[in-house]
């Protein structure tokens, strides 16, 4: 009898030592901080995007949206929040529960959005970037009028209005371009890596939320 209870005691405690916590002990995965940390970047780029463009926009109101694009920024931003609603949401296995579902469809959605919103204002921040780095500007009352050649006559020209002194679009609006290079170029890999989280092997790889027992305490499931 003592032999028996002693196995049985054994048993009992590689059954428990195999069983995954209870959800009131270690609640926190081991890969939500990963997209949690994602979640975080995309917060900061978006509005580090967003403030270099309204920025840009004060040199001077004749500067297109697509010039300043302090709406990718905004975008991005929501982006971040539904990054942020997925770290918060209770891990359940196998997607049971159809808040966990809708929201990571969601921001991997959203993420991929992000990343063709990013690559496009790269573009344009490129090519505006090339072209006021060759302008040639004089000073016109209080505008700035710029133009590719100034030996050309019917070269074109641009007029930037209320600009004050030309050196801001040959110097600091160039070098808002260029800053607007690098962070969007940040903001697409991040948001590669965000949808790239959450399409691996459907979600077989990295956790995101809360995490709580499986239904059965002899195996813990990865989904």
Same mark, same amino acid.
């Given at each position: 009898m003592g032999q028996k209870g002693s196995t049985e005691k054994k048993e009992a405690r590689k059954r428990r030592d195999g069983s995954p916590e209870e959800p009131g002990q270690s609640k926190r995965c081991r890969g939500c901080c990963f997209p949690l940390l994602v979640a975080l970047l995309q917060l900061l780029l978006g509005v580090a995007v967003a403030v270099v463009a309204f920025l840009m926009s004060a040199i001077s109101p004749s500067l297109l949206t697509r010039e300043t694009p302090h709406w990718a920024g905004i975008i991005l931003?929501?982006?971040?929040?539904?990054?942020?609603?997925?770290?918060?949401?209770?891990?359940?296995?196998?997607?049971?529960?159809?808040?966990?579902? /809708?929201?990571?469809?969601?921001?991997?959605?959203?993420?991929?959005?992000?990343?063709? /919103?990013?690559?496009?204002?790269? @573009?344009?921040?490129?090519?505006?970037?090339?072209?006021?780095?060759?302008?040639?500007?004089?000073?016109?009352?209080?505008?700035?009028?710029?133009?590719?050649?100034?030996?050309?006559?019917? @070269?074109?020209?641009?007029?930037?209005?209320?600009?004050?002194?030309?050196?801001?679009?040959?110097?600091?609006?160039?070098?808002?371009?260029?800053?607007?290079?690098?962070?969007?170029?940040?903001?697409?890999?991040?948001?590669?890596?965000?949808?790239? /989280?959450?399409?691996?092997?459907?979600?077989q790889v990295f956790f995101a939320g809360l995490q709580i027992a499986a239904p059965s305490t002899q195996h813990w499931q990865r989904v």
């Open positions: 931003f929501f982006v971040s929040i539904a990054g942020f609603i997925l770290y918060c949401v209770t891990y359940v296995p196998d997607e049971r529960t159809s808040l966990q579902f /809708i929201v990571k469809l969601l921001y991997l959605i959203l993420c991929v959005i992000g990343l063709v /919103i990013s690559v496009l204002v790269i @573009a344009f921040a490129g090519h505006h970037y090339s072209l006021t780095s060759s302008l040639s500007c004089e000073q016109v009352g209080g505008d700035c009028v710029c133009s590719l050649d100034r030996d050309d006559p019917i @070269a074109r020209s641009f007029v930037y209005e209320a600009a004050g002194d030309c050196e801001v679009i040959s110097g600091t609006l160039t070098l808002y371009f260029l800053i607007q290079i690098l962070l969007n170029v940040a903001q697409a890999l991040v948001c590669a890596v965000g949808a790239f /989280i959450m399409w691996k092997d459907r979600y």
